[in-house]
């Protein structure tokens, strides 16, 4: 079965600084996605990047980027010079098989507070 | 890019009522409609999946008949929460995909039953 964990529930650092969210997944297929949503206060949840299980190369968007390393299971993501608006829960989630449409299973969230 | 949209977006009601949230697909036919349920603090759970014209398949531990879905057209689906009750506050949100498209999400529903 499908598990998507994200061992930091909590997370405070001051603005400016870098942060890592980590996700770790467990799946017994060979196909699968990986994605991260963001779910500020308003509690939409904002679409940031969708990984195939075949495309390990690391990912870097802005001031977002994404280590993705099938040897430990694991899709962090990692925000530098973090900023107030950062403010929010962030999810990682799974889908397995080739349809990258399938039903997700979402780790607990992390949420994030970025303090002036 | 592909806009679901959710209503109503909160939803305050009596014990009893029962409530129905609709998901629409406003630019692309949706073949298949999630929902999932966000307790505060947690996770989002999938309740059930519906595919246009069939009966929706639900997650074990979510009663068929007091969640009602339908989903009647390739850009409408309905969650009718029956006989709603204080325990079934949430935050509901709905997602749609076309084919084997990644999934589009609403802006959810929050639900509270006084």
């Known amino acids: 079965a499908q598990k998507v964990t994200q061992a930091q529930t909590e997370i405070s650092v001051v603005e400016k600084e870098d942060v890592t969210l980590d996700c770790v997944y467990e799946t017994r297929d060979t196909t699968y996605y990986l994605f991260w949503y963001k779910q500020p206060p308003s509690g939409e949840l904002v679409f940031l990047i969708r990984r195939n299980s075949f495309d390990e190369q690391n990912e870097i968007s802005g001031r977002y980027s994404w280590n993705f390393q099938k040897s430990t299971s694991s899709f962090n993501f990692t925000i530098t010079a973090s900023q107030v608006v950062d403010s929010a829960v962030y999810f990682c989630?799974?889908?397995?098989?080739?349809?990258?449409?399938?039903?997700?299973?979402f780790g607990g969230g992390t949420r994030l507070m970025v303090k002036p | 890019g592909a806009v679901v949209s959710q209503h109503p977006s909160w939803v305050i009601c009596k014990s009893g009522t029962s409530v129905k949230i609709e998901c629409r697909s406003l630019?692309?036919?949706?073949?298949?409609m999630f929902w999932y349920r966000q307790f505060p603090k947690q996770s989002l759970m999938l309740m059930a999946t519906s595919n246009e014209g069939s009966k929706a398949t639900y997650e074990q531990g979510v009663e068929k008949d007091k969640f009602l879905i339908n989903h009647a057209s390739l850009t409408l689906s309905t969650l009718t929460v029956t006989s709603a009750h204080p325990e079934d506050s949430s935050f509901y949100i709905c997602?749609?995909?076309?084919?084997?498209?990644?999934?589009?999400f609403g802006d959810g529903t929050r639900l509270s039953i006084l």
């Open positions: 989630a799974l889908s397995e098989g080739i349809n990258a449409g399938n039903m997700l299973t």
């Open positions: 630019d692309f036919q949706a073949t298949t």
């Open positions: 997602s749609a995909r076309h084919s084997n498209q990644p999934q589009h």
